[in-house]
Nanobody, 115 residues
Framework: QVQLVESGGGLVRAGGSLRLSCVAS????????LGWYRQAPGKQREVVAL???????NYAESVKGRFFASRDNTKRTVYLQMNGLKPEDTAVYYC?????????WGQGTQVTVSS
């Protein structure tokens, strides 16, 4: 069993920045995929960013150029730097770690962007 703990969420004004962190209880160096997802009220959960083991990152079109995902294997941590935040970015953000035969999710952290 792997525990994922997210932090860094909060309230920020439009145009501001936040950095989310996700710390895993197991090494993430062998993970096939590291991901960030979000779910806004009344909407389905959607992918925000996916990090392949190679380090290549794919972003949702809505956040491209504003959000940046990264990893630190030594710290067993995944990050999501969010810049130029908009009210439409308001959602609960979830960390996801996928191993070859296992899939884990964090509890989520709330991000609220005000006008």
């Amino acid at each position: 069993q792997v525990q994922l703990v997210e932090s860094g969420g909060g309230l920020v004004r439009a145009g501001g920045s936040l950095r989310l962190s996700c710390v895993a209880s197991r090494s993430i160096s062998s993970a096939a995929i590291l991901g960030w997802y979000r779910q806004a009220p009344g909407k389905q959960r959607e992918v925000v960013a996916l990090i392949a083991r190679s380090g290549v990152v794919n972003y949702a079109e809505s956040v491209k150029g504003r959000f940046f995902a990264s990893r630190d294997n030594t710290k067993r941590t995944v990050y999501l730097q969010m810049n130029g935040l908009k009210p439409e970015d308001t959602a609960v953000y979830y960390c996801n770690v996928v191993y070859s035969t296992e899939n884990y999710w964090g509890q989520g952290t709330q991000v609220t962007v005000s006008s």
